[in-house]
């Protein structure tokens, strides 16, 4: 049953929410009675289950675990390249081993103030219920909030547009041609598939930056880490790469070998049949699959007033995650804006940690 007043309610069941009820957990909250974690979703795994089935993670299982347990290895010729299903598996067994009792679904519509106490109790409505809460921790992500960037002619093309949100599976484009944006890990992941049953044409803001085969998530981490707490202390400092580089897993490299991981400039504009670059080159296409990134899913947050001119919330404090305005408020899992890292399974544990540390006093 959900509780009706907690000391703390997290909103969001997936990777950063659980990382976080476990740590509230440890500290002494008891799930159900002072502690709820409210899921939108219908069952298990956060985002995952959304995903495209062929995606990868880019770093093996033993690095890509939320606190207290380390995820299972997948061991198979992708050098140990966890797929989405292992994912999910692993999250859905995660909250059971620590019976966080995730209530779900319930999707939280709006978070208020009580009243005009600085000290008194936030709101959390759901489309189900209402609870109170002297502290909300808020990890819904982004992946409800893909961003579509907007390029003249979008509404004129008679093909498919997609964002990577939408992508499912690579037989969907059997026998056409795709035109791929983006040049990131999720845009090499996706061409590579699609280019196995279709012709394609890779285009990107800039050029794509392709890291050694032999290095994978776990430099990522540790130079991104490394480079944040430089930057921290006013020294420079010079890394592999960072997390938007691409990782050559086994499918990146397969489309090397095909010739594929070729990148075109941005196309300036869309028609009817295609996509133009600014010199009026073009190209034939039947769809264009968006692999531009998401935004930050804080639609919730809105009646608090707190979110500035670029969609985020400013936050700080000794947990790096109190919204400044309102330190009842946490922000845990959206980037690095909120934690180095905080947006993957490996990196938020840390951010999750403070947090708890902060509400509880421990």
Same mark, same amino acid.
């Given at each position: 049953?959900?509780?009706?007043?907690?000391?703390?309610?997290?909103?969001? @069941?997936?990777?950063?929410? &659980?990382?976080?009820?476990? *740590?509230?957990?440890?500290?002494? &909250?008891?799930?159900?009675?002072?502690?709820?974690?409210?899921?939108?979703?219908?069952?298990? /795994? /956060?985002?995952?289950?959304? !995903?495209?089935?062929?995606?990868?993670?880019?770093?093996?299982?033993?690095?890509?675990?939320?606190?207290?347990?380390?995820?299972?290895?997948?061991?198979?010729?992708?050098? @140990?390249?966890?797929?989405?299903?292992?994912?999910?598996?692993?999250?859905?067994? *995660?909250?059971?081993?620590?019976?966080?009792?995730?209530?779900?679904?319930?999707?939280?519509?709006?978070?208020?103030?009580?009243?005009?106490?600085?000290?008194?109790?936030?709101?959390?409505?759901?489309?189900?219920?209402?609870?109170?809460?002297?502290?909300?921790?808020?990890?819904?992500? !982004?992946?409800?909030?893909?961003?579509?960037?907007? *390029?003249?002619?979008?509404?004129?093309?008679?093909? +498919?547009?997609?964002?990577?949100?939408?992508?499912?599976?690579?037989?969907?484009?059997?026998?056409?041609?795709?035109?791929?944006?983006? /040049?990131?890990?999720?845009?090499?992941?996706?061409?590579?598939?699609?280019?196995?049953?279709?012709?394609?044409?890779?285009?990107?803001? +800039?050029?794509?930056?392709?890291? =050694?085969?032999?290095?994978?998530?776990?430099? &990522?981490?540790?130079?991104?880490?490394?480079?944040?707490?430089?930057?921290?202390?006013?020294?420079?400092?010079? /890394?592999?790469?960072?997390?938007?580089?691409?990782?050559?897993?086994?499918?990146?490299?397969?489309?090397?070998?095909?010739?594929?991981?070729?990148?075109?400039?941005?196309?300036?504009?869309?028609?009817?049949?295609?996509?133009?670059?600014?010199?009026?080159?073009?190209?034939?296409?039947?769809?264009?699959?968006?692999?531009?990134?998401?935004?930050?899913?804080?639609?919730?947050?809105? =009646?608090?007033?707190?979110?500035?001119?670029?969609?985020?919330?400013?936050?700080?404090?000794?947990?790096?995650?109190?919204?400044? $305005?309102?330190?009842?408020?946490?922000?845990?899992?959206?980037?690095?804006?909120?934690?180095? $890292?905080?947006?993957?399974?490996?990196?938020?544990? =840390?951010?999750?940690?403070?947090?708890?540390?902060?509400?509880?006093?421990?």
């Amino acid at each position: 049953m959900l509780p009706d007043h907690v000391d703390v309610a997290v909103v969001g @069941g997936g990777q950063a929410g &659980l990382a976080t009820a476990f *740590y509230l957990q440890r500290a002494g &909250l008891t799930p159900g009675r002072d502690l709820v974690v409210l899921d939108a979703a219908d069952r298990p /795994g /956060g985002a995952w289950p959304r !995903t495209w089935q062929g995606l990868r993670l880019f770093s093996p299982a033993g690095f890509s675990s939320l606190p207290g347990w380390m995820m299972p290895p997948w061991d198979d010729a992708t050098r @140990g390249y966890p797929p989405r299903d292992h994912v999910v598996d692993y999250l859905t067994r *995660y909250e059971e081993r620590y019976d966080l009792r995730v209530q779900r679904p319930h999707r939280v519509t709006a978070v208020t103030r009580a009243d005009d106490d600085p000290d008194g109790r936030l709101l959390v409505h759901t489309d189900h219920h209402l609870v109170t809460a002297r502290a909300v921790v808020s990890a819904t992500g !982004t992946w409800e909030r893909p961003f579509w960037p907007r *390029y003249p002619g979008m509404a004129d093309f008679a093909g +498919r547009l997609l964002h990577a949100a939408g992508y499912s599976t690579p037989g969907d484009f059997a026998g056409q041609h795709v035109v791929v944006v983006g /040049g990131g890990n999720s845009a090499a992941q996706v061409l590579a598939e699609v280019s196995t049953v279709a012709t394609t044409t890779w285009v990107t803001a +800039r050029t794509p930056r392709f890291l =050694p085969d032999d290095v994978d998530g776990r430099v &990522l981490f540790a130079t991104a880490r490394a480079r944040i707490e430089a930057l921290e202390q006013g020294r420079e400092h010079a /890394g592999v790469g960072g997390l938007g580089d691409i990782v050559m897993v086994a499918s990146v490299k397969d489309a090397r070998e095909r010739g594929v991981l070729e990148a075109r400039a941005m196309f300036a504009a869309l028609d009817n049949g295609g996509v133009v670059w600014a010199d009026g080159t073009r190209q034939d296409c039947d769809a264009v699959i968006w692999c531009t990134g998401f935004r930050p899913a804080l639609q919730h947050l809105r =009646p608090l007033g707190l979110r500035t001119h670029d969609g985020r919330i400013p936050v700080g404090g000794p947990s790096g995650t109190a919204a400044l $305005a309102e330190p009842r408020l946490h922000l845990v899992g959206y980037g690095d804006w909120t934690g180095p $890292a905080s947006a993957t399974l490996a990196g938020v544990g =840390p951010s999750a940690r403070a947090t708890a540390a902060i509400l509880t006093g421990r």
